[in-house]
Nanobody, 127 residues
């Protein structure tokens, strides 16, 4: 069973940048899709970004397209979310996720498709 630990969340001003990291342990991420979601107390968990098992394809939620970039480094068993041009509405707890089917693409935007989750990291964007 894989363990995911997110880091990098903090308070940042609107227009700023952050880079979130997701470090996996107990299992490789190589060959597994990786996802990023976010959640606030008022909303359901929202799809932010996903990266395919080979890293060849990336997918984004409409609200972050053109501002966020997902990436992965299988060599250090980690995934990343580069967030640029941050807005106050990006404030949320950000979660990293992965699947349990190697070389399979999940329905990226559906939380139930993802088997394993990290504990989350808080991102707060001030106006």
């Amino acid at each position: 069973q894989v363990r995911l630990v997110e880091s990098g969340g903090r308070l940042v001003q609107a227009g700023g940048t952050l880079r979130l990291s997701c470090e996996a342990s107990a299992r490789t991420i190589s060959g597994y899709a990786m996802g990023w979601f976010r959640q606030t107390p008022e909303k359901e968990r929202e799809f932010v970004a996903g990266i395919s098992p080979t890293g060849a394809s990336t997918y984004y939620g409409d609200s972050v397209k053109g501002r966020f970039t997902a990436s992965r480094d299988n060599g250090v068993n980690s995934a990343y979310l580069q967030m640029n041009k941050l807005k106050p509405e990006d404030t949320a707890v950000y979660y990293c996720s992965t699947t349990d089917e190697r070389y399979a693409d999940p329905h990226y935007a559906t939380p139930a498709e993802w088997k394993f989750w990290g504990q989350g990291t808080q991102v707060t964007v001030s106006s």
